[in-house]
């Protein structure tokens, strides 16, 4: 991105130390958002009549409820990156979403109706203003073609999952047992956290995200009123093709907060040497993996690439949604399990998991990546926010999976969701070659680090 390219930065382990700003910033606002989405569907189908009351709405109610609103927490991030790019830039945006969050989380904690729909409406804008912005800040952080990228996106990407696993165990236990709003109080204090770290590090952060309408860069003007050429338009139609995985990717994924978390309450033998493990537990499996392997899957194509195997971000990305569409079979095991003896042992809600993290490592810090690389400049934080959108779009459609296994059962949803998600990750893959033809080499030109003892890190062209 043009704000970074002319500013040596300080770096922190061979990352700019606003990426650390980001990273935190990110971990807190995951850490209220899935902490309030760990307990969210539990408080809906709560009875009323429990010592911890919930709304006592059914299954159904409460999914249709769950799908709206995650859909519309990401279909948000288009009017949020649009703001950001005419108006206010990412950095401001950031700020502004923060903001709205912290509110809405707050309102939350407050036993009345009323606040809780005016606080999912405030969280779905300052995720919306949030979201997109901060992602593209991340790309922003890096030059051209510098291969640091898709690590740092990587480093970026565990600290989304370090917030999202303290928040389940943490706002999830406090929820579940001490009292939902209580829960939902304590993702808004996360929040307040993510918002102070992210004002202290603006000085990290003085060259990345600022509203190039007011730029003093000639060339970044000229830039913003320049129509698009023929291969940024081809780099927009593979993004859009490749937001399709997206969307089906994250329809199967979002079951996790939805029939899986109910799945784990009502269908799972949650004994464990005589304590029963809370239901919302089992939403920090996927961080928890994405904290021990994300390191490890990132070296895996990092090595694949120097070896000379395909190793590009769409072929990844194809890979992820196999992999984790493979990961439902096993939670057709435990239905089938569920069904003949009345219980299902939690260990294939773990293998699920699992698999579920490496496709999600595979798909989804890679694609926020490749859509830095393909992304026209002046468009940036509008094309991060509309796939975010068609994240949002796969979270409705995770609603209206999990709506249909009232009536269609468990294993017909499971077992349809892995062969779906396989079948289709293999169509992408005979396209593939075709569609990477119109990034016109994005990624050909990417650069090594080499560490200098005089002049520290310096980029070495690798091809």
Avoid at 223 to 228: A, D, N, Q
Wanted: hydrophobic share 50%; aromatic share 14%.
């Amino acid at each position: 991105m043009v704000n970074s390219t002319s500013i040596k930065q300080k770096e922190l382990f061979g990352h700019p130390l606003g990426l650390y700003v980001l990273f935190f910033t990110e971990m807190w606002e995951r850490f209220s958002y899935y902490g309030m989405r760990a307990i969210l569907v539990l408080y809906l189908v709560q009875s009323t009549t429990d010592s911890n009351a919930g709304l006592g709405w059914s299954n159904g109610e409460a999914l249709a409820l769950y799908g709206w609103y995650t859909m519309l927490v990401y279909v948000m991030s288009i009017p949020g990156g649009w703001i950001a790019d005419k108006f206010l830039g990412q950095k401001k945006s950031v700020l502004y979403g923060g903001i709205l969050l912290v509110a809405g989380h707050s309102i939350l904690a407050v036993e009345q109706m009323w606040a809780f729909y005016s606080g999912l409406g405030l969280i779905i804008a300052g995720v919306g203003m949030l979201k997109p912005n901060i992602s593209t800040m991340v790309g922003g952080l890096y030059k051209q073609g510098d291969i640091r990228r898709d690590k740092g996106f990587t480093i970026f990407y565990i600290g989304i999952n370090v917030g999202a696993f303290l928040s389940s165990l943490i706002v999830g236990y406090v929820g579940e047992v001490h009292g939902w709003h209580y829960g939902f109080g304590l993702a808004g204090i996360g929040m307040a956290l993510g918002l102070i770290q992210y004002l202290i590090g603006q000085k990290y952060l003085r060259h990345v995200g600022n509203f190039l309408g007011t730029s003093r860069d000639e060339e970044e003007k000229e830039m913003m009123k320049k129509p698009l050429t023929k291969v940024e338009k081809d780099r927009v139609v593979v993004l859009f093709i490749s937001f399709l995985l997206v969307i089906v990717f994250w329809g199967a994924f979002e079951q996790a907060g939805g029939l899986m978390n109910i799945y784990a309450k009502e269908n799972t033998n949650r004994m464990l040497m005589g304590w029963e493990v809370p239901a919302s537990w089992f939403q920090s499996l996927n961080a928890m993996f994405i904290i021990f392997l994300g390191t490890s899957v990132a070296a895996y194509w990092a090595n694949r690439k120097l070896k000379g195997k395909v190793s590009t971000s769409l072929f990844k990305m194809i890979i992820g949604l196999i992999i984790m569409g493979t990961g439902f079979f096993f939670m057709s095991a435990a239905a089938s399990e569920f069904n003949s003896t009345g219980a299902s042992a939690m260990y294939w809600l773990v293998l699920a998991y699992l698999f579920h993290t490496i496709g999600e490592l595979c798909i989804s810090p890679v694609a926020l990546s490749y859509i830095t690389k393909l992304a026209p400049v002046k468009y940036a934080s509008l094309m991060m926010g509309i796939y975010f959108a068609m994240t949002g779009f796969g979270n409705k459609l995770a609603g209206l999976l999990g709506e249909s296994a009232e009536g269609l059962g468990e294993f017909t949803v499971f077992t349809g969701i892995a062969l779906f998600c396989v079948t289709f990750g293999g169509l992408v893959l005979i396209l593939r070659k075709k569609l990477e033809y119109l990034t016109h080499n994005a990624e050909d030109n990417e650069r090594e680090m080499h560490y200098d003892e005089t002049e520290g890190f310096e980029l070495a062209d690798t091809n």
